[in-house]
């Protein structure tokens, strides 16, 4: 009886102890998913390019992957219109839109550079991408993913890669 007794307590005083540690895994891939939900696999840039054309966008200067399959593309829509537009990856239909307008003129990444651009990412290893940014100058910086889900930045001028870092 003592024992059973024993049992018992020993079962009650385990089960805060499993049901802490099942929460601590719970919340641990619930991190994960999020995690992943800031990134889009690198063969998914077509999809968001065509969308961005098909909204007016002519040149690049950000594609940032954002949290539900969101994504937010900021460029031009001409000489004059510069645009920042968040965009549903899944239905194509944009979700909140920003004008400027600006005497300076555009300037940015073709669809074809932005393209070539995340080629040489994916050579050096870039499974997924959460950024691609562009400067005034050409640089390119895309931010993203390896296969073993390691960070990677690529640096790239004029088509060449000139940095990687691996973190």
Do not use: C
């Given at each position: 009886?003592?024992?059973?007794?024993?049992?018992?307590?020993?079962?009650?005083?385990q089960?805060?102890?499993?049901?802490?540690?099942?929460?601590?895994?719970?919340?641990?891939?619930?991190?994960?998913?999020?995690?992943?939900?800031d990134?889009?696999?690198?063969?998914?840039?077509?999809?968001?390019?065509?969308?961005?054309?098909?909204?007016?966008?002519?040149?690049?200067?950000?594609?940032?992957?954002?949290?539900?399959?969101?994504?937010?593309?900021?460029?031009?829509?001409?000489?004059?219109?510069?645009?920042?537009?968040?965009?549903?990856?899944?239905?194509?239909e944009?979700?909140?839109?920003?004008?400027?307008?600006?005497?300076?003129?555009?300037?940015?990444?073709?669809?074809?550079?932005?393209?070539?651009?995340?080629?040489?990412?994916?050579?050096?290893?870039?499974?997924?991408?959460?950024?691609?940014?562009?400067?005034?100058?050409?640089?390119?910086?895309?931010?993203?993913?390896?296969?073993?889900?390691?960070?990677?930045?690529?640096?790239?001028?004029?088509?060449?890669?000139?940095?990687?870092?691996?973190?």
């Open positions: 009886m003592q024992r059973t007794m024993q049992h018992a307590m020993q079962r009650t005083m089960r805060p102890l499993i049901l802490a540690g099942s929460l601590a895994v719970l919340m641990s891939a619930a991190g994960l998913v999020q995690a992943a939900g990134r889009l696999a690198a063969e998914r840039l077509d999809k968001v390019l065509a969308q961005a054309t098909d909204f007016g966008f002519q040149t690049f200067e950000e594609i940032e992957a954002k949290r539900d399959g969101r994504f937010e593309v900021e460029g031009w829509l001409d000489d004059e219109w510069q645009a920042e537009v968040r965009f549903d990856l899944a239905s194509g944009s979700l909140k839109e920003e004008r400027r307008r600006h005497d300076s003129g555009a300037w940015g990444l073709s669809e074809a550079e932005v393209r070539d651009a995340m080629a040489l990412a994916v050579a050096e290893g870039l499974v997924e991408f959460d950024e691609l940014q562009a400067d005034r100058d050409g640089r390119i910086e895309i931010e993203g993913y390896d296969a073993d889900g390691r960070e990677l930045e690529v640096k790239i001028l004029d088509g060449e890669v000139l940095e990687i870092e691996r973190d």
